[in-house]
């Protein structure tokens, strides 16, 4: 029942863009997996599938339904570009040893969820604004056991044994804000430094945070919004047509709650005690040709413990395309 509420809220937030097909119009996939980092427990996988419609004039574009809750805390008439956003994500995240069928309750349980993003970016001279709504399921209804279990027969890798510890089924959703300022940048635009602000709410998951990005490289004044499209997990930082970065960051966050560590929010469940206030780190490589955009990240976090420290630890891949 969850899922077909899902799949029914999807194809109506579909709708709206296909009335602005004219517009700029770009393609991404974007896979987080903690391999690249050498380990495959914690948020052991994520991959989502998104639309972007952009309007450099700023006139048509406007937010879809999903992001009505927040639509009141953005300016909507005086943005130089503006951008919308959808992703549809699957993630799962596991215990250190998924050979166990009962894995320890010290570690971090089995999730999956299925998720639904909408996002809506505005754009001035130096500062962009972001609001973002997901939606979603965390459970069984979320295949992510069938698709890990799929994806580790074909490639030969461990079958994992302890799925039937994970979450139960249940609807969760997060409503965020965030404004990114381009604090400064060098006479030739080929070093500049970007401030983020953000705020989340919902029961996926609720948080604060601030962060700072350094980017070296070509043409950055056209993607420096670029970075607000983590928060949904859309894409990472990217450039466009024929721009190139370096970048690193570093994240200041307080966690007031996350389910995949804290567990079902209306029933008992598993769950881990952990260190709510965490820094995170990150570097990448972001590339782009006329119509075609690449970065390749790494996501770092100081947290304590280390089934925490796991679920914020993780590479990621972003491949973008322009129709």
């Known amino acids: 029942m969850l899922r077909r509420i899902f799949y029914v809220s999807f194809l109506i937030e579909l709708m709206a863009p296909i009335a602005h097909a004219e517009q700029n119009s770009w393609g991404a996939v974007n896979i987080d997996n903690d391999i690249l980092l050498g380990n495959d427990n914690g948020y052991t996988n994520g991959i989502y599938f998104s639309w972007f419609n952009f309007d450099d004039e700023?006139?048509?574009?406007?937010?879809?339904?999903?992001?009505?809750?927040?639509?009141?805390?953005?300016?909507?008439?005086?943005?130089?570009?503006?951008?919308?956003?959808?992703?549809?994500?699957?993630v799962m995240?596991?215990?250190?040893?998924?050979?166990?069928?009962?894995?320890?309750?010290s570690e971090i349980p089995y999730s999956g969820s299925l998720l639904l993003s909408s996002t809506?970016?505005?754009v001035q001279e130096s500062t962009a604004d972001s609001i973002v709504t997901v939606i979603g399921i965390v459970g069984p209804s979320s295949r992510a056991e069938q698709t890990q279990k799929w994806v580790h027969e074909q490639v030969g890798a461990d079958i994992p044994q302890g799925w039937d510890t994970q979450l139960e089924d249940e609807f969760v959703f997060q409503l965020s804000r965030a404004r990114l300022w381009r604090a400064w940048?060098?006479?030739?635009?080929?070093v500049d430094l970007l401030v983020l602000a953000d705020a989340g709410l919902g029961t996926l998951s609720s948080y604060v945070s601030s962060a700072g990005l350094i980017r070296y490289g070509r043409d950055l004044s056209s993607s420096f919004e670029t970075p607000l499209l983590i928060n949904a997990r859309s894409a990472n930082p990217a450039a466009v047509r024929g721009g190139w970065f370096f970048f690193a960051g570093v994240?200041?966050?307080y966690v007031f709650n996350a389910i995949y560590s804290d567990g079902n929010t209306f029933r008992d469940s598993r769950s881990i005690d952990?260190?709510?206030?965490?820094i995170g780190l990150t570097?990448?490589?972001?590339?782009?040709?006329?119509?075609?955009?690449?970065?390749?990240?790494?996501?770092?976090?100081n947290a304590s413990d280390a089934s925490a420290r796991d679920v914020t630890r993780f590479g990621t891949l972003t491949l973008g395309w322009e129709f």
């Open 58 to 90: 700023n006139e048509d574009l406007k937010p879809g339904w999903l992001s009505a809750p927040l639509n009141w805390s953005i300016d909507l008439e005086n943005a130089e570009m503006s951008l919308k956003g959808y992703s549809l994500g699957q």
């Open 93 to 105: 995240v596991t215990p250190e040893d998924i050979t166990v069928e009962e894995p320890p309750f």
């Open 120 to 122: 809506f970016i505005t």
């Open 185 to 190: 940048n060098s006479h030739d635009d080929d």
């Open 251 to 253: 994240r200041l966050e």
């Open 274 to 278: 952990y260190d709510r206030s965490q």
């Open 283 to 301: 570097t990448g490589l972001a590339y782009s040709w006329e119509d075609v955009s690449i970065t390749l990240a790494l996501y770092e976090s």
